[in-house]
């Protein structure tokens, strides 16, 4: 069973984002889990109180709050919900317990870019993003699910991609998507590695897929692939994120940064480099045994 992990604050940000995933696990048939974070020692700091005290009475209050959540769920959704609550840094306990549970995708919420605590927010959900243990799917304040039926994947042609498409048509096929794969170029980019042999590789090894590419020159790459996002009615935009030297990680971060508070349809975010090795070597295998 595919297992969907939903860390949530209880705020509304995160109600939205979890009513987005009960409505995934409905067509999936996966199991919700719910996860609560409690950063023990930033809180017993700003409250200036005994760290000791206040673990356990937050901790205690954070369970009972997870654990009404849990059981409203289980009264009203037809899919396996279930709860924890942990203490310690946001991204490394979600990572534990993604690695605990075996995660195939956590779906969180972000609050836009509205004001100065928004963007706090949204920098703590990119944060993860570049850190995840698996694919994140990042759910926009105003955002429904209406179904998922095309999805866009921003494409930088970066030869070690394969792994990501792999994901990517393993995500989509529960929903019959249909894989829209941009490639945005503006004229300062360098092209560092030739566009042709990639696409012919695309074609080569995805036949089987659900698919299309589409090549646009653009003088903002965030603006075209939001643009045909807009235009071509979208459900999901995909991206990729990897370990990069210096300048591409920054130049990467900055595109993906935009992108996550500019986007009004949820942003999936893949991994390149998967947390375990073997999981990746299991994708790349059957891969190659399929062609």
């Known amino acids: 069973m595919i297992t969907i992990l939903v860390p949530t604050d209880f705020s509304g940000v995160a109600a939205n984002a979890l009513e987005y995933a009960v409505a995934m696990a409905s067509v999936t048939k996966a199991h919700i889990l719910l996860a609560h974070v409690?950063?023990?020692p930033a809180m017993a700091a700003a409250y200036e109180v005994n760290m000791g005290y206040i673990s356990s009475q937050v901790l205690a209050d954070c369970e009972k709050e997870m654990q009404t959540l849990v059981q409203r769920l289980r009264a009203n959704v037809a899919v396996e919900?279930?709860?924890i609550c942990t203490s310690g840094k946001l991204v490394a306990q979600v990572n534990e317990v993604v690695s605990k549970y075996k995660v195939d995708l956590v779906v969180m919420g972000s609050h836009g870019q509205s004001g100065l605590l928004?963007?706090?927010f949204g920098t703590n959900a990119l944060a993860y993003m570049n850190n995840a243990h698996c694919p994140v799917l990042v759910v926009p304040p105003t955002a429904t699910f209406k179904g998922i039926h095309n999805i866009a994947f921003a494409y930088d042609l970066d030869s070690e991609s394969t792994f990501?498409?792999?994901?990517?048509?393993r995500l989509s096929a529960p929903f019959q998507a249909k894989v829209s794969i941009i490639n945005c170029l503006s004229e300062r980019q360098l092209?560092?590695?030739p566009d042709q042999p990639l696409l012919q590789y695309i074609?080569?090894?995805?036949?089987q897929e659900n698919y299309?590419?589409?090549q646009r020159r653009e003088d903002d790459v965030v603006t075209g692939i939001l643009s045909f996002v807009q235009e071509n009615q979208m459900d999901v935009l995909a991206v990729s994120t990897h370990?990069?030297?210096l300048l591409e990680q920054v130049l990467h971060t900055s595109v993906t940064k935009q992108l996550l508070f500019k986007t009004q349809v949820p942003l999936l975010a893949i991994q390149e480099n998967p947390y375990a090795a073997e999981v990746k070597h299991k994708f790349l295998t059957q891969l190659e045994e399929s062609n």
Request: include cysteine.
């Open 81 to 83: 919900v279930d709860g």
């Open 164 to 169: 990501v498409l792999q994901q990517l048509f």
């Open 243 to 245: 370990e990069r030297i």
């Open 203 to 207: 074609t080569e090894h995805f036949a």
């Open 191 to 193: 092209n560092i590695v």
């Open 212 to 214: 299309c590419l589409v």
């Open 118 to 120: 928004d963007r706090l």
């Open 38 to 40: 409690v950063d023990i």
